[in-house]
């Protein structure tokens, strides 16, 4: 049974930076890539960034492009997520989760989930 545990998250003031990390432990499963969603209370999770399995393709959310930076060591099967300048609307509960096939961006895509790291922005 493959588990994902993030940790990282955290209270910090605008323009601070936090690092969030995923580890997969349970066994190697094939997978396309891992990724990173955000959830707002009461909405839907929202993409925010994807890395490919080889770690060469890293993708984007619009809002967070520049600002947040995904990396993958496959030795420790940890996937990291650098976050900096961050904003009071990128609160929120932040998830790692392996996507096996599928759209990067669409949650149905993951088959496996974390269960969440709590990011809160101060302005």
């Known amino acids: ?3 994902l545990v993030e940790s990282g998250g955290g209270l910090v003031q ?15 499963i094939r ?3 891992m990724g990173w969603f955000r959830q707002y209370p009461g909405k839907e999770r929202e993409f925010v960034a994807f890395i490919s399995w080889s770690g ?3 993708l984007y959310q619009d809002s967070v492009r520049g600002r ?12 990291n997520l650098q976050m900096n300048d961050l904003k009071p609307e990128d ?5 790692c989760g392996i996507k096996e096939k599928g759209s990067f961006y669409t949650a149905t895509s993951y088959n496996y989930w974390g269960q969440g790291t ?3 922005i101060s302005s």
């Open 1 to 3: 049974q493959v588990t």
């Open 118 to 120: 709590q990011v809160t």
């Open 91 to 95: 609160t929120a509960i932040y998830y």
């Open 56 to 58: 060469n393709n890293a």
């Open 14 to 28: 605008a323009g601070g930076s936090l690092l969030l990390s995923c580890a997969a432990s349970g066994g190697t």
């Open 31 to 33: 997978n396309d890539g």
């Open 68 to 79: 947040f930076t995904i990396s993958r060591d496959r030795a420790k099967d940890t996937v």
